[in-house]
């Protein structure tokens, strides 16, 4: 598919649909300050949870129909891993919460699945594809057909192993307030080694209220805290 036709795609903004070959700016939505590689090398498309929200934009049928199937999929998922978050917040914190605590809380919010391909390196050796950075949702859900995902850990980058079929759970910001710290929010990038393209596909879940390609973040609680505990 041509340049063109893809942008037939766009909504103008990278909430919703297709953006273009370094359009859009990690560094600028998290206020990295480097001066270097400020346009992430890769084009997406993204579609909100649930697929029939007014602010998607119409895809390719097939491609749109599996976006949309795949979004429908994740959403067990989500289920098993947020029981999982709140089995290990109750213990952590000695309270007593429901199994589908955190899943209840998010129950109007929107998803957001991102279909990202990272061109191969060839001209840009010296290029990080997407900058350090941690996610702002709660948890993040990635299915990735190449590694490349590097995650730092006692400051120094690691590659994250990614197999075939294998999904990689990480925490967002929001996780990191709600629990008070218990659970971290991870730095994370996409190196610049790898020798084939790299098509991959976060799903963040709990993006707020969303219609329209507008986001009203008005989904929250309080710090969890233990008894004694400051937030």
Not at 26 to 52: C, W, Y
Not at 142 to 153: D, Q, T, V
Request: a negative charge; charged letters at 25%.
């Amino acid at each position: 598919m041509s340049l063109k036709q893809k942008m037939g795609y766009s909504s103008g903004n990278n909430l919703a649909g297709y953006v273009a070959y370094r359009n859009e700016s990690v560094a600028s939505i998290h206020k990295s300050g480097s001066p270097k590689e400020q346009k992430d090398l890769r084009e997406t498309f993204s579609m909100s949870s649930p697929p029939n929200n007014d602010g998607n934009v119409l895809g390719p049928y097939e491609f749109y129909n599996a976006m949309s199937e795949y979004i429908e999929q994740l959403q067990s998922v989500e289920k098993a891993a947020k029981q999982i978050f709140t089995a290990a917040l109750s213990s952590a914190k000695g309270i007593d919460l429901p199994a589908t605590y955190l899943k209840d809380v998010e129950e109007h919010a929107t998803g957001l699945l991102r279909a990202s391909r990272y061109p191969s390196t060839s001209g840009f050796e010296d290029a990080t594809k997407l900058l350090p950075h941690s996610d702002l949702g709660t948890i993040t859900i990635l299915a990735s057909s190449e590694e490349g995902l590097e995650e730092i850990r006692d400051g120094r980058w690691y590659k994250v192993p990614m197999g075939k079929g294998e999904l990689h759970v990480s925490v967002g910001e929001v996780y990191t307030m709600w629990s008070n710290g218990l659970f971290k929010n991870n730095i994370h990038r996409v190196g610049k080694e790898a020798k084939k393209d790299r098509i991959s596909f976060p799903y963040f879940t709990s993006q707020g209220k969303r219609s329209s390609n507008v986001i009203d973040t008005d989904v929250g609680i309080s710090p969890i805290c233990s008894n004694g505990e400051e937030p």
